[in-house]
Nanobody, 124 residues
Framework: QVQLVESGGGLVQAGGSLRLSCAASGRTFSTYTMGWFRQAPGKEREFVGAITWSAGSTYYVASVKGRFTISRDNAKNTVYLQMNSLKPEDTAVYYC?????????????????WGQGTQVTVSS
C-alpha cells in the first residue's frame, strides 16, 4: 500500500519561504506521477503542481509558476515543494498525491493516493 507523509508546513511571513516534503513508501515509484494540491478554508482543493518521478518533468498552475518548485530525490523516495515569495493567498492545507501513471494531471480525481496534509499559513 502506498503511503505519503507530508511535513514542513508552518507559519511564515509574506515574502518568506518554506519547503514541504512528501515521503513516499510502499511501491517502486519510477512509474508514478506526484502532485501537490492545496485547499483553503471554504474553497475546493486546487492543483498546485506535479512531477513525473522518472523524467522529472514538472508542471505548475499559473498562480505559483516562478515562485514554487517541485523536485524529487529518488534515493530518499521523497518529493519536495519549495515555496518562495509566499503570499497570504497561499495559505492552505497542502497535500501530496500520487498517481500510478506517468503523465502530468491537474485533476484531483486522477490521483490514487493522498497524504494527510500539512498546514501552511502566510501572514501579511
Amino acid at each position: 500500500q502506498v503511503q505519503l507523509v507530508e511535513s514542513g508546513g508552518g507559519l511564515v511571513q509574506a515574502g518568506g519561504s518554506l519547503r514541504l516534503s512528501c515521503a513516499a513508501s510502499g511501491r517502486t515509484f519510477s512509474t508514478y506521477t506526484m502532485g501537490w494540491f492545496r485547499q483553503a478554508p471554504g474553497k475546493e482543493r486546487e492543483f498546485v503542481g506535479a512531477i513525473t518521478w522518472s523524467a522529472g518533468s514538472t508542471y505548475y498552475v499559473a498562480s505559483v509558476k516562478g515562485r514554487f518548485t517541485i523536485s524529487r530525490d529518488n534515493a530518499k523516495n521523497t518529493v519536495y515543494l519549495q515555496m518562495n515569495s509566499l503570499k497570504p493567498e497561499d495559505t492552505a492545507v497542502y497535500y501530496c498525491a500520487a498517481r500510478a501513471i506517468v503523465g502530468l494531471a491537474t485533476s484531483a480525481t486522477a490521483y490514487n493516493y493522498w497524504g494527510q496534509g500539512t498546514q501552511v499559513t502566510v501572514s501579511s
